[in-house]
């Protein structure tokens, strides 16, 4: 398998009180050490709710120009369908994990996924697609790892979302396709219950948020890759972290951000003593590091701690 390199941050674009994306900001990635991004696209508010489910076509213009972006700075690029799995109750959600909606959520999910797939199908493997982000069972007690039902039909719906990405054909027939785990959660209920397509060009997403202020932090980072190792990486899977990260405040003192660098150095030394590359979550808000407004390091421990980047 193709290693995926290990140094990685997430970019949320256009969102949340960002400054809007330009090629300069992923330069700047790029200088600090990074190999690769990770970038969640939501599409719940730009595509059709009919049958053909048709995305607007100015948001993929949009989508693909963040995308060639982050490729021309020599970049390697994991895009998504990041938002549509929430939780937050509004009418909008598409994405429920149950026998009952089962064929509408197919139908969609498949749907946008062809259509992603048919406009960046000339693209080499330096782009990555994502298939879903932390897919849950949306308004329902069985959110998170799930349940017997929810997590079942995610399996299929993996499936399916892989094959219709598959039969666009170009380089699509063999790009790296990350499939997650229900909720991307890492233990026993989800992982027992990945369904293994048989394509050597799979890896299975997860994510590996650990309390940094927990006793057991360190505990806590071995064992979640020991749990990567046992279900995935020893079956032939390679797998991505794709989100790990603390909320990083304005207040926090001296002493604090060099735990929390501490924290970080570790997760992604000890994912790489496995194979696994790790992502940081930078939303441009709580968790980032980069200041998007100036291209300076916000959190300059922690930026250093990844990547091994000082500013002179």
Not at 118 to 127: G, H, V
Not at 130 to 144: D, F, R, S, V
Not at 211 to 225: P, Q
Request: glycine letters at 6%.
């Amino acid at each position: 398998m193709k290693k995926v390199h290990r140094n990685s941050i997430k970019i949320t674009v256009d969102l949340w009180g960002n400054p809007l994306t330009t090629k300069e900001l992923f330069a700047y990635v790029r200088e600090t050490g990074f190999d690769f991004v990770r970038i969640p696209v939501t599409y719940k508010n730009h595509f059709k709710m009919e049958p053909g489910y048709e995305i607007d076509k100015a948001w993929l213009d949009r989508v693909q120009q963040i995308v060639d972006y982050a490729l021309e700075c020599d970049l390697k690029v994991i895009i998504n369908i990041h938002h549509d799995c929430t939780t937050s109750g509004d009418n909008k959600i598409w994405f429920i994990a149950d026998l009952a909606h089962y064929d509408t959520t197919r139908d969609i999910l498949t749907s946008l996924w062809s259509q992603i797939a048919e406009r960046f199908k000339d693209y080499d493997n330096n782009l990555i697609f994502e298939t879903l982000n932390e897919p849950a069972y949306a308004n329902t007690k069985y959110q998170g790892h799930g349940n017997d039902e929810s997590r079942y039909v995610l399996g299929k719906l993996n499936i399916e979302t892989l094959n219709a990405i598959r039969a666009t054909g170009g380089e699509n027939e063999n790009r790296f396709v990350m499939l997650p785990t229900h909720g991307a959660c890492n233990n026993y209920d989800t992982n027992s219950a990945f369904v293994f397509p048989d394509d050597p060009h799979v890896l299975v997403s997860v994510h590996g948020y650990v309390e940094t202020d927990s006793k057991f932090h360190d505990i806590t980072v071995w064992h979640n890759l020991f749990m990567i190792q046992k279900f995935f990486l020893n079956k032939g899977y390679g797998t991505v972290i794709g989100e790990f990260g603390e909320i990083i405040h304005p207040e926090d003192t001296e002493e604090r951000l060099q735990i929390i660098a501490a924290d970080f150095k570790l997760q992604v030394e000890v994912a790489d003593k496995f194979g696994v590359p790790s992502c940081f979550w930078d939303d441009g808000g709580e968790h980032h590091i980069i200041d998007r407004r100036t291209l300076t390091p916000y959190c300059a421990q922690t930026l250093a701690a990844l990547t091994g980047y000082t500013q002179e």
